[in-house]
């Protein structure tokens, strides 16, 4: 398996050169993030934590995710001992319901919190930012700040940098449009299934090949009428926020851009005006994977983030 490079150098690269033993072990088998609730930025949520050395990792998710989707990420870094946490966002997930007014700023305040928590427990050292979607965006503010100990971002198709395609796709879907205004109440063994055909539709590349248990899991969270639709609705109230959400200027750290070649809800349109401002920024675009690489890729995201930044030249 191996990647393209589309950065600064715009260098095109062969098959990935693995500097890192990432296939299962005996350990990785046994080491899991532990699980706990948290009040961060004045949202009571859930954190997956993993233990381990280097500058600590915070994942952020998706639009309508949780941190679940980080799961085989961290099974992947729990083999090399490198410190993760990922984090369910205000109103996602097991978190609590945002609150009314603008959303960013809600989940900026988990953000800058998250970043805290997760460099104290690591003796004060910087915090990569992974963030996938809207957690790409999230991780994109939170590096524009000269506060936050912020050593690093890797925003994975990051929304907000071109306003096209991902809610419109989510709301024109028939199966969507049958739960929205269907005359009859729709049962929630058939909510889940169509919750769970459009996230297979939508966010893999290869929808057969799909983990179940990441499937089972976002279903989960909202498999119910009432739940999918509000989760529509807050992606309705969402739009107007990313039209313009950044000060691209402002980030001082290194970045890397990180998108599936076959991403069907964020197009890559927005990413040159990100490396054309931030010094120190690259993309690479990973073949034969969707909107979310670190459920679909997760070794190969992995060794990324693991060399992750490389030294200044």
Same mark, same amino acid.
């Given at each position: 398996?191996?990647?393209?490079?589309?950065?600064?150098?715009?260098?095109?690269?062969?098959?990935?050169?693995?500097?890192?033993?990432?296939?299962?072990? #005996?350990?990785?088998?046994?080491?899991?993030?532990?699980?706990?609730?948290?009040?961060?930025?004045?949202?009571?949520?859930?954190?997956?934590?993993?233990?381990?050395?280097?500058?600590p990792l915070l994942l952020l998710h998706g639009y309508a995710d949780s941190a679940d989707t980080w799961r085989p990420l961290l099974s992947e870094l729990a083999a090399t001992g490198r410190g993760a946490m990922a984090v369910d966002?205000?109103?996602?997930?097991?978190?609590?319901?945002?609150?009314?007014?603008?959303?960013?700023?809600?989940?900026?305040?988990? %953000?800058?919190?998250?970043?805290?928590?997760?460099?104290?427990?690591?003796?004060?050292?910087?915090?990569?930012?992974?963030?996938?979607?809207?957690?790409?965006?999230?991780?994109?503010?939170?590096?524009?700040?000269?506060?936050?100990?912020?050593?690093?971002?890797?925003?994975?198709?990051?929304?907000?940098?071109?306003?096209?395609?991902?809610?419109?796709?989510?709301?024109?879907?028939?199966?969507?449009?049958?739960?929205?205004?269907?005359?009859?109440?729709?049962?929630?063994?058939?909510?889940?299934?169509?919750?769970?055909?459009?996230?297979?539709?939508?966010?893999?590349?290869?929808?057969?090949?799909?983990?179940?248990?990441? %499937?089972?899991?976002?279903?989960?969270?909202?498999?119910?009428?009432?739940?999918?639709?509000?989760?529509?609705?807050?992606?309705?109230?969402?739009? *107007?926020?990313?039209?313009?959400?950044?000060?691209?200027? #402002?980030?001082?750290? *290194?970045?890397?851009?990180?998108?599936?070649?076959?991403?069907?809800?964020?197009?890559?349109?927005?990413?040159?005006? %990100?490396?054309?401002?931030?010094?120190?920024?690259?993309i690479e675009i990973i073949p034969a994977c969707g909107h979310c690489p670190q459920v679909e890729v997760p070794e190969l995201l992995a060794e990324m983030l693991l060399r992750f930044p490389e030294p200044r030249e």
């Open positions: 398996m191996g990647f393209m490079s589309l950065g600064r150098s715009r260098r095109q690269a062969g098959p990935l050169e693995r500097s890192f033993v990432l296939s299962p072990t #005996r350990q990785s088998r046994t080491l899991r993030a532990d699980e706990r609730r948290l009040e961060l930025g004045g949202t009571e949520t859930r954190v997956l934590e993993l233990e381990g050395e280097g500058p966002l205000t109103g996602f997930g097991t978190a609590s319901p945002l609150e009314a007014g603008d959303m960013l700023p809600q989940w900026d305040a988990l %953000v800058t919190d998250a970043v805290a928590h997760a460099s104290e427990g690591a003796g004060g050292e910087d915090v990569i930012i992974v963030g996938n979607s809207l957690g790409g965006a999230l991780s994109l503010r939170a590096a524009q700040r000269a506060d936050l100990p912020v050593g690093g971002i890797v925003p994975i198709a990051p929304a907000g940098l071109h306003m096209a395609r991902w809610f419109s796709i989510i709301e024109s879907t028939q199966l969507v449009r049958m739960l929205r205004y269907s005359p009859f109440p729709v049962p929630e063994g058939v909510v889940r299934q169509i919750v769970a055909r459009v996230y297979r539709e939508l966010a893999f590349h290869d929808r057969a090949g799909a983990d179940p248990g990441i %499937v089972d899991s976002f279903v989960a969270h909202i498999g119910t009428i009432e739940r999918s639709m509000g989760v529509l609705d807050i992606g309705r109230r969402l739009l *107007p926020e990313l039209e313009d959400p950044f000060e691209l200027g #402002r980030i001082d750290c *290194p970045l890397l851009l990180v998108w599936g070649e076959h991403d069907r809800m964020v197009y890559t349109d927005g990413a040159e005006r %990100v490396l054309r401002i931030v010094d120190y920024s690259d």
